[in-house]
């Protein structure tokens, strides 16, 4: 149930990205990062390495 509404809410977040491109792709980038971690104790500043190169950083 918990694994449902998690999925859910990155469906809902992602019918946003029409109104909000510029910040749904981070807020989906937030949300994978907690499905993520929920899955794998992994370290989440690895994985936001991984995604987002550094030069993006100027955009938020």
Request: proline residues 8%; hydrophobic residues 40%.
């Amino acid at each position: 149930m918990r694994r449902k509404k998690m999925y859910s809410c990155l469906l809902n977040r992602s019918m946003q990205t029409r109104l909000l491109p510029e910040t749904s792709t981070m807020n989906i980038g937030i949300e994978l990062l907690d499905v993520m971690t929920y899955h794998t104790p992994i370290n989440p500043f690895m994985v936001w390495n991984h995604f987002v190169p550094p030069r993006s950083f100027r955009y938020i």
